[in-house]
């Protein structure tokens, strides 16, 4: 069973032309966030949702962006993607609550190509 | 800051036992998670610690100490499908887990 889904898999796209990355989960979880990993590199938070509220890491640069129209949809767009933005992005979705013990469940991501 | 370091790279043999050590120097600290992530494929959660102690689960355990900042996992009696990278993560948010990640640890098993 799919829990948190991402479109499509692989996508390119050419240099500058925004480009975006679906995510979509049935886990019913509040909150979303997205993850921007370079090969041999650690899983690099952009952003995440906690409902509709919205949190920007500060080091995310201002060509990522990011909608969540409801609470299983949630949308990474890429302005004006440049060369070192080709990385696999990793969609996950946690459940936020009294603890702080409840772990992300991640998507198997999409490889972005940049020509 | 936040510093997370792991090995890069380990070898070990099929039915071995082998350790993967995590440090952590984080300006917060609520819990330290330990993900498997193969080639190419999301993360999979193992194991979660956010007290000192060992966590076992199986072939999977975890130990913590908070006072060192200092993790590892173990993962006994290995098999060939536990060649993966291994990714040591904190979280220094509140109650909604906000997670930064080590670079992780490429284990190769072996016959």
């Known amino acids: 069973d799919a829990m948190v889904i991402q479109n499509p898999r692989y996508q390119v796209t050419q240099f500058g032309k925004p480009v975006t990355l679906s995510c979509s989960q049935t886990?019913?979880?509040?909150?979303m966030y997205w993850y921007q990993q370079k090969s041999s590199q650690a899983p690099k938070l952009l952003f995440h949702y906690y409902d509709k509220d919205f949190n920007n890491e500060a080091d995310t640069p201002d060509n990522f962006q990011s909608r969540r129209p409801n609470t299983s949809f949630c949308f990474l767009d890429i302005r004006s993607p440049g060369l070192g933005d080709a990385a696999m992005y990793l969609c996950a979705t946690s459940r936020r609550g009294r603890v702080s013990n409840q772990p992300q469940h991640f998507g198997d991501g999409t490889r972005l190509s940049i020509l | 800051g936040q510093n997370i370091d792991q090995p890069t790279e380990m070898t070990a043999t099929e039915g071995a036992i082998v350790q993967i050590n995590c440090t952590y120097q984080t300006s917060g600290f609520n819990g330290l998670f330990w993900y498997q992530q193969h080639a190419g494929e999301a993360p999979t959660f193992l194991s979660y610690n956010v007290l000192d102690g060992l966590e076992e689960k199986g072939r999977f355990s975890s130990f913590l100490s908070r006072s060192k900042g200092y993790s590892y996992l173990l993962l006994k009696e290995l098999q060939m499908k536990d060649s993966a990278s291994y990714l040591c993560?904190?979280?220094?948010?509140?109650?909604?887990?906000?997670?930064?990640f080590g670079t992780g640890t490429r284990l190769q098993v072996t016959l």
């Open positions: 886990l019913n979880h509040n909150v």
């Open positions: 993560a904190v979280n220094s948010g509140g109650t909604a887990s906000k997670l930064t």
